[in-house]
Nanobody, 117 residues
Framework: VQLQAYGGGLVQAGGSLRLSCAASRLTFSSFAMGWFRQAPGKEREFVASITWSGDITYADSVKGRFTISRDNAKNTVYLQMNSLKPDDTAVYYC????????????WGQGTLVTVSS
């Protein structure tokens, strides 16, 4: 399994970015996909997830600002991030959870998002 996350960058507070994660070597439509982030000096935290059936969960800190979606035809999961805040600065990781398993077994390399005030 390979996960390639991209789309990070530097943006001013209030701006938007869209992250993408291209997956390969897996039956993408069967996997739940998630986005996590790790800010400097902090532990990695959950951001959003989407199951194979389209059920979506968000962290409270991003509800109403971030939108996760997936395109099974392109084996890609997206994270649209609006109204960005400096606290959103982190390395963002995508992850894949196999069917019937509780944990995310596969991780991408991360993409850095920096939000300036």
């Amino acid at each position: 399994v390979q996960l390639q996350a991209y789309g990070g960058g530097l943006v001013q507070a209030g701006g938007s970015l869209r992250l993408s994660c291209a997956a390969s070597r897996l039956t993408f439509s069967s996997f739940a996909m998630g986005w996590f982030r790790q800010a400097p000096g902090k532990e990695r935290e959950f951001v959003a997830s989407i199951t194979w059936s389209g059920d979506i969960t968000y962290a409270d800190s991003v509800k109403g600002r971030f939108t996760i979606s997936r395109d099974n035809a392109k084996n890609t999961v997206y994270l649209q991030m609006n109204s960005l805040k400096p606290d959103d600065t982190a390395v963002y990781y995508c992850a894949a959870r196999p069917p019937y398993r509780p944990d995310y077994d596969y991780w991408g390399q991360g993409t850095l998002v920096t939000v300036s005030s």
